[in-house]
């Protein structure tokens, strides 16, 4: 799987939009872009998943670049129950089942 | 249903013991996982079940032994564990090739 990079923390405010980065130089033809959402103590949730331009669901949007090098995560309006941790994942949908994740986000939404 | 149910939420288990942990799922998903998952650390796969079958073990020592007995049913079972081995262990659903898996809620997991 290829790699991500993210940022390790960011903190926002209840009610504003936050744009969640993400880094995958290396990704390959056949990947898809894939991020996740975990709270504390619980298994991580899908949110969204992508291949290029902008993908949106009644979560979240995607927007993939033209060269799919990065992808950011939009969570519009974001209330005190979004801070979690955020996991950017890439690979090839039809792979080895192998879903690698790498050190994810810690979004803090404060009051 | 569209849920990855786990059992037992919690358990402590003495590094004599042997224990088992379980995961079930209705949702006609094939591909089956056990993730392990430490403090402010992401989840680390460790097991991978397809169609019933393993396909993948990330050089998991063998103090851990999963099990696959239907395609609805995934089990982990425990023995000689180490404090080292005390963690989340999250167990996940999927479609074959997919990325969008369903995960339980985890077996919070005590070695003492």
């Known amino acids: 799987l290829a790699k991500t990079t993210q940022p390790i923390s960011m903190d926002s405010y209840e009610g504003q939009e936050v744009n969640i980065t993400c880094s995958h130089n290396?990704?390959?033809?056949?990947?898809?872009i894939t991020w996740y959402q975990q709270f504390p103590s619980q298994g991580p949730r899908f949110i969204i998943q992508g291949y290029k331009t902008k993908v949106t669901n009644e979560v979240a949007s995607l927007f993939i670049p033209a060269d799919r090098k990065s992808s950011t995560l939009s969570l519009p309006r974001v209330s005190l129950s979004d801070t979690a941790v955020y996991y950017c994942l890439v690979g090839d949908i039809g792979g080895n089942n192998r879903l690698a994740f790498g050190k994810g986000n810690q979004v803090v939404v404060i009051p | 249903d569209t849920e990855v149910t786990q059992t037992p939420k919690h358990l402590v288990m003495g590094m004599t013991n042997k224990k088992s942990l379980k995961c079930e799922q209705h949702?006609?998903?094939?591909?089956m996982y056990w993730y392990k998952q430490k403090a402010k650390k992401p989840p680390e796969l460790m097991f991978v079940y397809s169609y019933e079958k393993l396909s993948i073990n990330e050089s998991v020592p063998s103090r851990f032994s999963p099990e696959c007995p239907n395609s609805s049913l995934l089990n982990l079972h425990l023995h000689a564990l180490q404090p080292e081995d005390s963690a989340l262990y999250l167990c996940?659903?999927?479609?074959?090739?997919?990325?969008?898996?369903?995960f339980g809620s985890g077996t919070r997991l005590t070695v003492v």
């Open positions: 996940a659903s999927s479609q074959d090739r997919s990325m969008w898996y369903t």
């Open positions: 949702m006609g998903h094939r591909a």
């Open positions: 290396n990704i390959a033809t056949n990947d898809y």
